[in-house]
């Protein structure tokens, strides 16, 4: 398994301000995730990052509002810039850990980071 | 794209009954199927996790199964208690992330 913490655990900001998300892992891991999860909504994958190469984004989020920086095998970023209400979420960073067998990967979260927009 | 639907949206039991959460799943093509717990505010604590091949998996009261043929699983929960009130999220794992559901809220009255 995987222990994950994450910076800050909540904020509350102002519009067209930016947030940066730390994740940290207590392991190398290659695969990064990070999820979003609206009020009353599930998780909503953003983006995967690798280390030494660009992040992976889904349908529905740009590089432009969520950068996201992988500097090492252990440590990723995320920022939400020039936020509006609508960005208001809990933040998740996710990693995976192999089973080791035909079940292929394990998901492990992080505890969040609760994002209000004002 | 992998959709996962879960039935039902909102449950209330009295303590000690037992109960089934249902999860649904439209590509069969899955490595495995994750059930996680979720406490209001916090993020995910993994419960289970069912490879493809196998038909269920233990843990404690925990009792989770899946068909995958008919793209389907199910969470039992034993002798349900007021602590094990959260939001349960169910998760196909495709070869790539997770895909999840909108989650059971479940409330356990004492």
């Known amino acids: 398994s995987a222990v994950i913490s994450q910076k800050p655990s909540r904020d509350i900001c102002q519009r067209g301000t930016s947030l940066t998300i730390q994740c940290q892992v207590d392991?190398?891991?290659?695969?990064m995730f990070w999820y979003r999860q609206q009020p009353g909504q599930s998780l909503t994958l953003i983006a995967t990052?690798?280390?030494?190469?660009?992040?992976?984004?889904e349908s529905g989020f740009v590089i432009d509002k969520f950068p996201i920086s992988r500097p090492n095998l252990t440590f990723s970023t995320l920022t939400v810039s020039n936020m509006s209400p609508e960005d208001s979420s809990i933040y998740l960073c996710?990693?995976?850990?192999?089973?080791?067998?035909?079940?292929?990967?394990?998901?492990?979260f992080g505890p969040g980071t609760r994002l209000t927009v004002t | 794209k992998q959709e996962v639907t879960q039935i039902p949206a909102a449950l209330s039991v009295p303590e000690g009954e037992n109960l089934v959460l249902n999860c649904s799943f439209t590509d069969s093509a899955i490595y495995n199927l994750q059930w996680f717990r979720q406490d209001p505010g916090k993020g995910l604590t993994s419960l289970l996790l069912i490879q493809s091949s196998q038909r269920e998996q233990t843990s404690g009261r925990l009792n989770a199964s899946l068909d995958k043929s008919s793209g389907r699983s199910t969470l039992y929960i034993a002798a349900s208690q007021p602590g094990d009130s959260a939001t349960y999220l169910c998760?196909?794992?495709?070869?790539?992330?997770?895909?999840f559901g909108k989650g059971t809220s479940l409330l356990v009255t004492p």
């Open positions: 990052a690798n280390q030494g190469s660009e992040a992976t984004y």
């Open positions: 996710s990693v995976q850990g192999w089973t080791g067998g035909a079940a292929g990967y394990e998901q492990y």
């Open positions: 998760a196909a794992y495709s070869g790539y992330a997770l895909n």
């Open positions: 392991s190398q891991v290659t695969m």
